[in-house]
């Protein structure tokens, strides 16, 4: 089967090839992969930079969604056949990959592929950190940074969908247009004075009660000066390039809660094991959202679908910050 296999980290290492097709263990599923996502953390795995760092030689890809192929001995969700979806630690960038079952989920027949690799990374993410690390509530203020990019849109449309008055922040027309179609209530292009002031007025100078921020840099600071009492913050990532600080005096000050979300921890991929009960409760989060989706309440943006042969461009695309959205690999 074709592969992108990354022989050393950096993108010009990554090529694509010919490889086995993944064994099967008595609790996987092999899936075909009719798509893939393609997202930072696929850079940043590349270029060795990921937290879940991997040894060359290796395949990136976290995000897939397909059709199953085979089921291991100890298996009983899926049959050959099935739609699925599935978040994997690494190998979605293939016409195959292994996954094992507890993170692999039942796709609705009306969504499509290319929308289902949103949720295993992305939408899960954004879920997490609102619902059950933010607890974000009806009637509260989300400000959500990045706000066309995949993270955004998924913290943006989450966040309507939990009853909150959504504030969009991104750098162009363009970008704040996708915004407001997705159901951000009010928009802020940062690129000419920031957003703080405009925050402060629209919310009658109480700030932002959670702000999702995957850029990090100068908008996680300038958040700080427009957070609510109270407020929660979730540092998402760092498309920025600059990891902030947290002066401890604001967040004392202002009674405010810095929120830390590492969906692998969920997924079984971080250092120590989630609680028990927590498989069941991924699954049901995953059905509620793909639930929303069937109902037109979520809508994932796809801008760009790429064979896999194309890999390295969706990546550069990505890069250059020129996707609005997501893009996707179609092996």
Known sequence: MKAVVVEDYGL?????????????????????????????????????????RADPPFTPGTEVAGIVLERGARTSLFKPGDRVVAGVRRGGFSEEVAAPEC??????????FDAAVHFPTIYATAYAALKWRARLAPGETLLVHGAAGGSGLAAIELG?????????????????????????????????????????????????????????????????RCIAPEGR??????????????????????????????????MGWGRQAPPAGMPARVRKAFQEMLEWTSSGLLNPRT?????????????????SRSVIGRSVLNP
């Open 12 to 52: 010009d290492h990554a090529r694509l090839a010919d490889v086995p097709p993944p064994p099967v263990g008595p609790q996987d599923i092999r899936i075909k992969v009719c798509s893939a996502g393609v997202s930072f953390a696929n850079l940043l795995a590349i270029e060795g930079k990921h937290q879940n």
């Open 303 to 319: 801008q760009s679908a790429y064979p896999l042969a194309d890999f390295r461009q969706a990546l550069q695309a990505l890069s």
């Open 160 to 224: 309507k969908v939990m009853g909150a008055t959504v504030i969009a922040s991104a750098g162009s027309p363009e970008k704040l247009r996708v915004a407001a179609e997705h159901g951000a209530d009010i928009c802020i292009d940062y690129s000419a004075n920031g957003f703080r002031d405009i925050v402060l007025a629209k919310t009658d100078g109480r700030g932002a009660d959670v702000i999702f921020d995957p850029v990090g840099g100068k908008a996680f600071e300038e958040s700080l």
């Open 233 to 266: 913050i979730i540092p998402m990532g760092f498309a920025s390039g600059i990891i902030p600080s947290v002066p401890a005096n604001i967040a004392l000050v202002k009674n405010i809660t810095v929120v830390g979300l590492y969906w692998g921890y969920y």
């Open 103 to 112: 993170n692999v989920f039942a796709l609705p027949a009306d969504v499509s």
